[in-house]
């Protein structure tokens, strides 16, 4: 929103100058945000909920024997939706990270901030576990603020101390997680229930991660949005005015403040807002959400819930603090789907299709044939002629593969220097070949020829490859 057609709001704009958790010496103010309360808050935390379940049982599911995901960078093994990638694969990486930052790109545009809000896995565990946590323990944001200012005593410190253990546990089960990510589940089971000095690099990172995972849950918190995550910082340049961002509806709501007894708001030339600083109390990065759109805004939307309580009960309208577009606060024009929301979402679908397109159609065979550098063609008898290759195979699944070679331009053949292939799983296999062409069929000194590779009866892939021989 333009602040200068504001006449109602504080024009002092300093409090851009500066995150919400930091003072003017550089001191790190803690929050202590409210209970948040409401039916946005309950759809936010059914909604991680699901999420934490799929995370936890993700790690169990197999497909075809393998899991689900596997990123083990120590290993250079990858496998997704079951399928394992290879090195080679390398260039469906960099089409799906290309796809996937514009993806982020175009959702932020149309949709604002909700994935920081509502799917992010940092404010899942935060506002999902570990402030619950905090709250059953230590109470709400009063009681936590007085209890931190107080003395220490033997009650402070069973709740100090009962807290930070819970948060270490629940950060060794989160570490655990994302190591079966990362080594696969049947390995992290196993180091947990055997002699960590049997396993001592692999117990000293599970510790590590988990001492990582627990900082950040318990100090760190707030300031992973504002500071290290680099989308919370992109915001910034790919929101406009037309983005869905939770939104303080300045023109109803301004000029705040309580009414006296028997006053009305239209009387005292005052808006909606009663200035009861309910959505400040509820956030969980500390701004108010009524000085406009910030950096630190994560749209969890908890202020709507405190703001449309506040509402009900005097008896005003919701929706002072609503999801909508600047132009749509300014303009004041009820959301809707435009042309653009929907052009927009139509090619995040287009995408995530082409993705799964992608992983979907990836060959579980790789096969390179290339002439035998150094080696010339060979005539032979019946107006016949030879090229000797190498021939090299990837077997990107978990099985044996049996292959068959046939030639499927012209009336070639290959012959085979041994036995028929069978690629080892996740393994290599190479061979050589001859194939044989009538010279009838030899137009040029460079022939293109096909090549098929088979298995079962089954196509897996073919190939394009050159043939020498002399001119008719």
């Known amino acids: 929103m333009e602040r200068s057609d504001l006449a109602h709001v504080n024009q002092d704009e300093s409090f851009r100058d500066s995150i919400s958790t930091v003072d003017k010496s550089g001191k790190r103010i803690w929050l202590y945000p409210k209970n948040s309360k409401g039916k946005l808050t309950n759809y936010r935390y059914l909604l991680s909920l699901l999420f934490i379940v799929m995370m936890i049982s993700g790690t169990f599911i197999k497909i075809d024997g393998e899991p689900l995901l596997l990123l083990n960078i ?28 514009v993806f982020i790109g175009i959702f932020t545009m149309v949709y604002g901030r909700v994935f920081c809000g509502w799917i992010c896995p940092q404010t899942i565990f935060m506002e999902s576990i570990f402030r619950k946590i905090e709250y059953w323990i230590e109470g709400d944001f009063k009681t936590r603020a007085a209890l931190d200012k107080a003395p220490l005593t033997s009650v402070k410190f069973f709740k100090k101390l009962s807290k930070h253990l819970i948060f270490f546990s629940i950060s060794f089960l989160i570490a655990s997680i994302f190591l079966s990510y990362i080594l696969g589940v049947e390995k992290v089971l196993k180091l947990m229930h055997e002699n960590p000095s049997n396993r001592l690099g692999m117990f000293t990172s599970h510790l590590v991660f988990s001492f990582a995972f627990y900082w950040v849950f318990s100090r760190i918190r707030e300031q992973v949005c504002t500071t290290i995550c680099p989308y919370g910082r992109l915001q910034g340049v790919l929101l406009d005015k037309n983005s869905l961002i939770v939104a303080y509806d300045y023109v109803r709501g301004e000029k705040r403040g309580k009414l006296k007894a028997k006053e009305s708001r239209k009387d005292a030339g005052k808006g909606d807002c009663i200035d009861c600083n309910q959505c400040v109390h509820v956030c969980p990065m500390g701004i108010d959400i009524r000085n406009g759109t910030q950096m630190e805004c994560t749209n969890c939307t908890a202020c709507i819930d405190a703001c449309n309580f506040m509402m009900r009960s005097v008896g005003l309208a919701e929706g002072l603090i609503r999801m909508d577009s600047e132009a749509g606060i300014a303009e004041r024009k009820p959301f809707k789907i435009t042309a653009r929301i929907a052009v927009y979402t139509g090619v995040l679908i287009v995408l995530i299709g082409f993705i799964f397109t992608l992983l979907l159609m990836r060959a579980d065979v790789e096969t390179s044939i290339l002439r035998t550098p150094g080696v010339s063609y060979q005539e032979l008898p019946d107006n016949k002629v030879s090229n000797l290759y190498n021939i090299k195979m990837i077997n990107k699944t978990s099985k044996d593969i049996k292959v068959k070679i046939k030639v499927l331009s ?61 001119l008719n």
């Open 74 to 101: 120590v290993e250079r093994k990858f496998i997704i939706l079951g399928k394992i990638f290879w090195p080679q694969d390398f260039h469906i990486f960099l089409l799906i990270m290309i796809a996937f930052v």
């Open 410 to 470: 012209d009336d070639g053949e290959i012959k085979l220097v041994g036995k028929e292939p069978v690629i080892p799983s996740q393994g290599t296999a190479e061979t050589a070949a001859f194939i044989v062409l009538d010279k009838a069929d030899i137009k040029k000194v460079k022939t293109k020829i096909k090549i098929g590779v088979y298995s079962d009866g089954k196509e897996l892939e073919t190939l394009t490859t050159s043939f020498i021989g002399p």
